[in-house]
T-cell receptor, first 115, second 118 residues
Framework: ETGVTQTPRHLVMGMTNKKSLKCEQH?????MYWYKQSAKKPLELMFV???????ENNSVPSRFSPECPNSSHLFLHLHTLQPEDSALYLC??????????????FGPGTRLTVT | GDSVTQMEGPVTLSEEACLTI???????????LFWYVQYPGEGLQLLLK?????DKGSNKGFEATYRKETTSFHLEKGSVQVSDSAVYFC?????????????????FGRGTSLIVHP
């Protein structure tokens, strides 16, 4: 595997379910990100981790819970979601988030549908 | 705060037509500027970037010039192909203060959909 991978690619869950999204980066990067992409809305940054420490949380509801066990893996744990949480969830990584010139590398996303 | 404004789409063109997608920004510091592209069913990928005024980023026939005086970073291509059909995102990376210090967390525009017909 190369780049940034995400599993599953598609997920349908009920509002009372608990599920997790997984992201893995094979680039040796130090920072990882979760984004939410909804139709007709700007890309929303949810969480940022640098060297496994959470450094940014953009007022995301507590029904989304991130976990970063090491610099290569990032999880997003989901529970008691709402239909408006249906979206494409993108994971990204970058070499050094303290450098303004570094680009981000994105995974293909998980298409989440909450019923 | 920082913001990025892109022209609304969709932009619909015939193959071999010229493309311009406008992007303007506001930033408190001296940001780096990026264009990302998202093909159907995929995540975003970097198309080009520029890190200082008057720099020109280029890739795959696309170009954009960092214009500090007009705070713009317009994306251009002289002859588009059907395979260029995608959503294009303008983004900036500027220093932002956070509780543990400063960070360069990017700000993205809303994206512009490009549809190219044969």
């Amino acid at each position: 595997e190369t780049g940034v991978t995400q599993t599953p690619r598609h997920l349908v869950m009920g509002m009372t379910n608990k599920k997790s999204l997984k992201c893995e980066q094979h680039l040796g990067h130090n920072a990882m990100y979760w984004y939410k992409q909804s139709a007709k809305k700007p890309l929303e940054l949810m969480f940022v981790y640098s060297l496994e420490e959470r450094v940014e949380n953009n007022s995301v509801p507590s029904r989304f819970s991130p976990e970063c066990p090491n610099s290569s893996h990032l999880f997003l744990h989901l529970h008691t979601l709402q239909p408006e949480d249906s979206a494409l969830y993108l994971c990204a990584s970058s070499q050094d988030w303290t450098s303004g010139t570094d680009e981000q590398y994105f995974g293909p996303g998980t298409r989440l549908t909450v019923t | 705060g920082d913001s990025v404004t892109q022209m609304e789409g969709p932009v619909t063109l015939s193959e071999e037509a010229c493309l311009t997608i406008n992007c303007t920004y506001t930033a408190t510091g001296y940001p780096s500027l990026f264009w990302y592209v998202q093909y159907p069913g995929e995540g975003l990928q970097l198309l080009l970037k520029a890190t200082k005024a008057d720099d020109k980023g280029s890739n795959k026939g696309f170009e954009a010039t960092y214009r500090k005086e007009t705070t713009s970073f317009h994306l251009e291509k002289g002859s588009v192909q059907v395979s260029d059909s995608a959503v294009y995102f303008c983004a900036l990376s500027d220093l932002k203060p956070i509780s543990s210090g400063g960070s360069y967390i990017p700000t993205f525009g809303r994206g512009t959909s490009l549809i190219v017909h044969p």
